[in-house]
């Protein structure tokens, strides 16, 4: 008898619940599939003090590979849903598709930042959902300190030391409430002119700081932020934002570099696409956790409408507590349903109390109904975290006692930029890069040095600031290969490091190193393909540029140097003309003002990709305006037309020369 087949989708706090008590519960009788686009578990509750370096990124998440025995972890999203043929469809994060079929689907997606239509927000605010998110905010708030600091506008001083969080729940008043900390500690190693403070400023439209817990906790953070200087303005929210600032509700302008949206999540949209009866964008679920009309699904956390018991007429709200023990319930009500435990069960609550890190000893927290401030709140706080995180316990508490006795590391290490985290994504959990799934098969379709590069950077969805590089353009001379141009200064943003392409180490083309390699640099070294061992070159590569741009040496075989990136050409090549020579350029820029040499019979360079043979190769005379026409490309050559590039990459921070 074969086993049973279960998917769970989503490993945010509801799905990596369920995943481990299914673990635990059907110990190898049945096949547990889990699909999420990471391979960690990420602690929210803990990410504002990733963004206020108190923590080290990784102490906040958890390996699903190592906690979750008996569990196949599937990298990718979700995609589409066939209820009737009970299959998942799914991509992976290199673009492959799949398809997994269950006996039992857990939809457990979680949720995402939740949009207003508010002008300017999705182009020029930054949500808090996921690890890259928290990143970008610290290096943007270290960045913009540090620039502000060596301003003389005190206009755009305190532009830039200006913070707006919009959202005071959760998580929007634990970002500025640590926020305020990390800049005030920064401004105190380094002064602002004039002397300058940091200013946050927390926003939102209710009337009170943390509507959703008791009053006297409210009362306490509030408290709280005042005296630590944040700008807490309640019935206020932004009207506008603009690359300059927001223009808010009161009809004041505030000048900042800096928009954080907290105003709340939404369930993932996955569920809308699957026909089922919905309550405000969540799919409903009866107590069980079942999907009514679909025995063989279950949903729980963010994207379940989950009815309260305790509050008749009510559905629990979308809280990582409730997500995490939704998530328990529904892996015991699935291995029932597969006769592999015990009865199914009604999810019921009881609240046990709230905490709220405000930073250092500060805190608001009502454990079993008492209310506390101060440190015993703090002590409190942070010991409910270090039990409720499923690992990195000690790790993290090596973390807090270090940031206790030492300053905190305020450096920006630039591993995200601002167009890699969208406000407006299905998956905040993942950093946006060039390139992505959706222009791979395109890339790999085309042809010439300059193609990926191009489409990575101008089809790849880069955003606004990005430099591109225009295909079709003449390549920048002396350089080894047609490398993108990098980010201009102040825009912010810029290529991330590209990945080969499986076609082009299919068709012959050297590796493509880092964006803004330069001839001397060690990641500007190319390694050979497949195609050019078979030739019997050298492994050490005879493309590689050397310092300076210098092209390749002759080889001992007499072969033709090919496949020179830059379009340079080889220099002393005996036997033979230069070949494939990328971009169509001919042979010239010859140290001495010297033509190509050894052209035999007065002959051009043949296969010159784009179309165009080498000019003005004969009599060792510079090219002076005589056209001469090549012999037609071979076969291997693809034939100009709309899939081909039309040449190389222009560089566009280097001046041609």
């Not at 401030?373 to 942070?382: D, H, L, N, Q």
């Not at 050297?510 to 500007?524: L, N, Q």
Request: with cysteine; charged share 25%.
């Amino acid at each position: 008898m074969s086993r049973p087949r279960i998917v769970i989708v989503g490993a945010g706090f509801a799905g990596y619940r369920t995943a481990r008590t299914l673990s635990r519960l059907t110990r190898g009788r049945a096949h547990i599939t889990l699909l999420n686009p990471t391979d960690y578990f990420l602690y929210l509750p803990l990410l504002p003090q990733v963004a206020a370096g108190i923590l080290e990124p990784r102490r906040v998440t958890v390996s699903l590979s190592d906690t979750l025995p008996r569990v196949r972890l599937v990298l990718g999203g979700a995609d589409r849903i066939d209820l009737d043929e009970r299959t998942v469809h799914y991509t992976g994060p290199e673009g492959e598709e799949g398809t997994l079929a269950y006996d039992r689907l857990v939809l457990a997606a979680g949720s995402v930042n939740k949009l207003l239509p508010i002008p300017g927000v999705a182009e020029h605010a930054h949500g808090f959902r996921g690890l890259p998110e928290a990143l970008y905010l610290r290096d943007h708030v270290t960045r913009q300190v540090e620039l502000a600091a060596a301003a003389d506008d005190p206009k755009t001083c305190a532009a830039r030391c200006t913070f707006v969080v919009v959202g005071a729940g959760y998580t929007g008043t634990e970002v500025a409430a640590h926020g305020q900390m990390f800049t005030d500690a920064q401004v105190r190693r380094h002064p602002l002119r004039r002397g300058m403070r940091p200013r946050w400023m927390l926003l939102d439209v209710a009337p009170r700081v943390l509507p959703e817990m008791d009053p006297k906790l409210s009362a306490t953070a509030e408290r709280v932020l005042r005296q630590r200087g944040v700008d807490v303005r309640m019935g206020t929210s932004v009207k506008e934002a603009t690359h300059d600032g927001v223009l808010l509700t009161d009809g004041e302008f505030v000048d900042t570099r800096t928009l954080v949206w907290c105003v709340g999540v939404r369930p993932d949209p996955l569920v809308e696409s699957l026909g089922l009866p919905m309550e405000k964008g969540r799919l409903l679920v009866d107590p069980q956790l079942q999907v009514p009309g679909r025995p063989e699904v279950f949903s729980c956390g963010d994207v379940a409408a989950v009815p309260d018991l305790e509050k008749p007429g009510a559905y629990t709200p979308m809280t990582a507590q409730h997500a995490w023990r939704q998530g328990r319930i529904a892996a015991e009500n699935v291995a029932a349903s597969l006769g592999l435990g015990g009865t199914r069960k009604p999810y019921r609550h009881r609240d046990l109390g709230f905490v709220v890190d405000l930073g250092g000893a500060k805190a608001a927290a009502n454990p079993l109904g008492v209310t506390l401030s101060g440190v015993p709140a703090g002590a409190v706080t942070r010991g409910y975290h270090l039990a409720a995180m499923p690992g990195n316990r000690v790790r993290v508490a090596a973390d807090w006692l270090l940031d206790a006795v030492l300053p905190r590391q305020a450096v920006q290490l630039g591993l995200v930029r601002s167009w890699s985290v969208p406000l407006d994504t299905s998956s905040p959990e993942v950093a946006r890069v060039p390139g992505g799934p959706g222009q791979r098969q395109e890339t790999s379709a085309r042809s010439g040095p300059g193609a990926a590069i191009e489409a990575d950077t101008h089809g790849g969805g880069t955003g606004a600031g990005s430099e591109g590089a225009r295909a079709g353009d003449e390549p920048a001379k002396g350089r080894p290969g047609p490398a993108p141009a990098g980010p201009r200064p102040g825009s912010g943003s810029g290529p991330a490091v590209l990945r080969r392409f499986e076609s082009d180490t299919a068709k012959g083309r050297p590796d493509d190193g880092a964006p803004g390699d330069h001839p001397g640099s060690a990641s500007a070294v190319l390694r050979p393909s497949e195609s050019d061992t078979a030739k019997g070159r050298p492994p050490g590569g005879a493309t590689t540029a050397g310092p300076g741009g210098d092209p390749a040496k002759p080889h001992p075989d007499g072969e033709p140097a090919k496949n020179q990136p830059g379009g340079e050409p080889a220099r002393n090549q005996p036997g033979g003309p230069a070949k494939n020579q990328p971009g169509g350029e001919p042979a010239k820029n010859q140290p001495g003002g010297e033509p190509a040499k050894n052209q035999p019979n007065d002959e051009p360079a043949k296969n010159q990709p784009g179309g165009e043979p080498a000019k003005e190769q004969s009599g060792g005379g510079v090219g002076g305006g005589r056209d001469v026409s090549g012999p037609a490309p071979p076969d291997d050559q693809p034939p100009p037309g709309p899939g081909t590039s039309p040449g190389p990459v222009k560089r566009t921070d280097v001046p041609d020369d």
